[in-house]
């Protein structure tokens, strides 16, 4: 046979503009913290810098493992409009990818989002549908479930909260590039839970990698906070990805907390960070301070150019 009549399989065309995005998910610089840090200190702590992706926060790793294994498993075709209900993050991840690929999203998102938020997703051209402040994400979950039974051929329902391509897309990126970057020194990996795929699947990952490393995971520690994108899974709906048997540890970290490290970072370490990135550095800062010595690292899942009034009044 001519090498002329070989016949290659042929990707799809979604396929392939999944693999031209692919390159600019995940991938983000690790920064170390220094100034906020006592000169005498012996521990190191270091941040992902999340935002420095598509789509502007860690949540555009999920959203691409998520719409990428629905295509490749055929759930997701060129006729569906992908659905989900989110914070934010995630909403916005889904529309600039969605946007990339020629998928429309449709997002049940809670009213008090930032409006930050809420114009950029419009700006991608996403359907909103605003659920109650009072419900949270909770709601927004069960609003979108409701819809999608309604119309299960129109909808791909990507339920974040459930997908385990969500705490896979962490298992696969985040917690090879911490293994990476710190050389394999990492000794804690600290994270706020949401839906919990980032402290699910990094920490899955790391502690195979490296069984002596200690997993500490963050929550909000009242069931009314700041913390964008953490829930109080107390009195929350458990994410069903969630596994309490990954954290070594678990700790809470006040809204109040939070926002004095959004100051602190910003006067000493020159980052305007989101009140949940703070709040993953504020745990971060309470156990080097515990510690003698050790390598900390966890994540700053965005900046803080979704919460420009916010952090005016905060910064001022
Ligand atoms: C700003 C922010 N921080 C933290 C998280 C929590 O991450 P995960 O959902 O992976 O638990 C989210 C999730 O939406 C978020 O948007």
Redesign the pocket.
């Known amino acids: 046979m001519k090498s002329s009549e070989i016949v290659q399989p042929t990707k799809s065309t979604l396929e392939k503009k999944l693999q031209q995005l692919e390159s600019s998910i995940g991938n983000t610089p690790l920064r170390e913290i220094s100034n906020l840090l006592p000169d005498s200190s012996n521990v190191r702590i270091f941040a992902k810098l999340e935002w420095k992706q598509l789509g502007g926060?860690?949540?555009s790793r999920?959203a691409f493992h998520i719409i990428r294994d629905a295509i490749l498993n055929g759930q997701l075709t060129s006729d569906k409009e992908l659905l989900d209900a989110?914070?934010?993050?995630?909403g916005i991840a889904y529309a600039h990818i969605g946007s990339r690929l020629g998928i429309p999203v449709t997002l049940c998102l809670p009213e008090n989002a930032s409006p930050e938020r809420k114009q950029i997703l419009r700006d991608l051209g996403t359907n909103l549908i605003l659920t109650s402040r009072d419900g949270g994400t909770d709601e927004a979950q069960e609003i979108a479930e409701k819809l999608y039974n309604e119309n299960p051929d129109r909808y791909y329902y990507a339920d974040?909260y459930n997908n385990k391509s969500?705490w896979n897309a962490?298992y696969l990126s985040t917690g090879p590039e911490i293994m990476e970057q710190t050389y394999g020194q990492v000794t804690h990996f600290i994270?706020?839970?949401?839906?919990?795929?980032?402290?699910t699947g990094t920490g899955r990952f790391l502690k195979e990698a490296k069984p002596g490393i200690r997993l500490i995971s963050l929550q909000p520690d009242l069931p009314l906070h700041g913390?964008?994108?953490?829930k109080h899974l107390e009195t929350a709906h458990i994410p069903g990805i969630y596994d309490p048997s990954i954290a070594d540890e678990n700790r809470e970290v006040s809204t109040e907390n939070a926002y004095e490290v959004v100051k602190l970072a910003k006067d000493l370490e020159q980052l305007e960070i989101?009140p949940?990135?703070a709040a993953n550095l504020a745990g971060a800062l309470k156990l080097a301070d515990e510690l003698e010595e050790g390598v900390i690292v966890t994540v700053l899942?965005?900046d803080g150019s979704k919460y420009i009034d916010l952090l005016k009044e905060l910064l001022k």
Do not use: C, I, R, Y
């Open positions: 926060s860690v949540k999920p989110s914070s934010g993050n995630t974040q969500n962490h994270a706020g839970l949401g839906t919990t795929g980032t402290f913390l964008e994108g953490w989101s949940s990135s899942p965005d």
